[in-house]
């Protein structure tokens, strides 16, 4: 991969890629929980990616106080980032919320730390599993 400057992007650039990463790190996750039926997979996924979860994911974070204060500046850089989409069945707080923890996943990616990508996904897929996201 080109040497890009993740510290440049705007957050809706990290948010694009950001999206990218979380996506296939969920549907690995559901892939080895063994579910084969597209319909299911699909139904599981948006326990995961869809806005509102992330919005309570991240409600999660801060409780946990679980990012670092570099994370958090990747975080805010998306979730303030002008967007000219509009929200699909959500409200635009929750839309930009969505946005920042996308941006988030962008940053780590892009600034090479595949470890902490693993670290924040194990984490995630034990919120939505107990239930603490879905309240």
Known sequence: MQNLQ???MNGLSLAYIGDAIYELEVRQH???LGLTKVNDLQ???KHYVSAKAHAALF???ITDSLLTDNELIYFKRGRNAKSH???KNTDVVT???STG???LFGFLHLSGQPERI???MKWVFEQVESGRTSK
């Open 6 to 8: 993740y510290e440049q």
């Open 95 to 97: 839309y930009r919320i």
């Open 118 to 120: 693993s670290e924040l």
């Open 85 to 87: 989409t509009k929200a």
């Open 43 to 45: 139904k599981r996924s």
């Open 101 to 103: 923890i996308e941006a």
């Open 59 to 61: 409600a999660c974070m």
């Open 30 to 32: 559901l892939l080895s």
